[in-house]
């Protein structure tokens, strides 16, 4: 069977850390910051981590 290609959407959206975690960014920190507060947008600028069926997929996509 040959292999997977990485879907190239996907790794541009997500990284896979050293340790096999994915990693995402938070929605809603692209435009319209001014209504929103300080500590809102501080909350949306970490890494959120993706587990679960989703994880599995990702990981599937990118040809981990």
Do not use: F
């Not at 997500?14 to 929605?27: D, E, F, M, P, Y």
């Not at 929103?36 to 679960?52: F, P």
């Amino acid at each position: 069977m040959p292999k997977l290609k990485t879907h190239r959407g996907t790794a541009k959206r997500v990284k896979i850390t050293g340790s096999g975690k994915i990693l995402r960014r938070h929605a809603s920190k692209s435009h319209m910051l001014q209504k929103k507060s300080e500590g809102r947008k501080r909350r949306l600028s970490t890494s959120a981590s993706v587990t679960g069926a989703i994880g599995r997929n990702l990981k599937r996509a990118l040809g981990e």
